[in-house]
């Protein structure tokens, strides 16, 4: 797909990095499945460097609109699965 990532200017390269690390694992999610484990790895480190909630709602929203992929969505369904289990979203 052809699309840019939401990201905060004033991160540094490895928090612009491990963001796009997590909207990656959000496709994944949604393309062909992603270990739970790895993507709530992925979701802890976007909460480190993105922890309020408004922001996160304005980085996600933006995502969905330009991907069609729901951030909401996918950390719902991780953290209603179990470690070891293997997330897809339909």
Not at 76 to 82: D, G, I, L, N, V
Request: proline residues 2%; contains cysteine; charged residues 35%.
């Amino acid at each position: 797909m052809e699309y840019q990532y939401p990201i905060d200017h004033d991160w540094s390269t490895e928090e612009i990095v491990d963001v796009i690390k997590y909207f990656e694992s959000i496709e994944q999610a949604y393309e062909k499945g992603i270990e739970r484990d790895q993507f709530m790895n992925a979701y802890r480190r976007f909460k480190e460097i993105v922890p309020g909630k408004a922001q996160e709602k304005n980085l996600c929203d933006e995502f969905e609109e330009q991907s069609g992929y729901s951030s909401y969505k996918a950390v719902k369904a991780a953290k209603e699965s179990s470690a070891g289990d293997k997330i897809k979203m339909k």
